[in-house]
């Protein structure tokens, strides 16, 4: 069985004391393998990514990263420890060039080491590397995506977490940025992903867990549940309780 390296243990977190998300949530990323988080709109799915970050802290329960609790822990300190996080939407500097926007992600490296750190990321992305000198708003839509990706690759993450990768994408673009994701995986990244294009995202992951009111409602390969007539029930909300969430994984 492939090793936990992300653990939530009957979580409770929210954006406010009268304004709950996670309720009680137990689930699990395995190393070297993108886990899809899909749900109805308010089920929590973004909120474990941003509990698992730092930026929200848990009012219960545990967070743990290679079986050690980070509970509470800041966001710098959990990118010092591999997790980096690519939030929904755009996230860059715009009026920045792209090489700048590289070297502020790269800002806690050791400045001997970050250009070839750079230039790492830029073999990965030969279209970024062309527009080094260009400012990030000029970047199409997923140039942009791309070189937020390459910015969070910068620390060389064993888990990156990104929210909404396809969001604004053509479905050319989509298809690039899912390979690139099965890719870091194969290469041993642990992509935990949010992704409301659900079927194309399904057929690049490895799990699926489904998420409703905060709890997790379905764990299932992700194959399994791409060929499940009841998907866009699952993912639009309503009862998942007939099939067996608690299965062995």
Known sequence: ?????IEFERVVAGYSPSLTILNETTLDARRGEITLLIGPNGAGKSTVLKTLFGILVPRDGEVRFEGRRINGRAPRDLLAEGIAFVPQGRNLFPSLSVLHNLELG???LPRAELPARIEEVLQRFPRIRQRTQNQASTL????QKQLEVG??????PRVLLIDEPSIGLS???????MTLLRGLADAGT????VEQNVRT???YADRALVLEMGRLALDRPAAELLGDPD???????????RVDAGRPP
Not at 1 to 5: E, F, H, Q, V
Not at 151 to 156: E, T
Not at 231 to 241: D, E, I, Q
């Open 190 to 193: 642990t992509v935990l992903m």
């Open 231 to 241: 998907l866009n029930r699952l993912f639009l909300g309503g009862k998942a309780a």
């Open 140 to 143: 199409s839509g997923g140039e």
């Open 1 to 5: 069985m492939t090793d936990r390296i």
């Open 201 to 203: 995202a399904l057929k």
């Open 151 to 156: 910015r969070a690759l910068l620390l060389r």
């Open 106 to 108: 790269g800002i806690t």
């Open 171 to 177: 479905p050319r673009l989509v298809h690039d940025v």
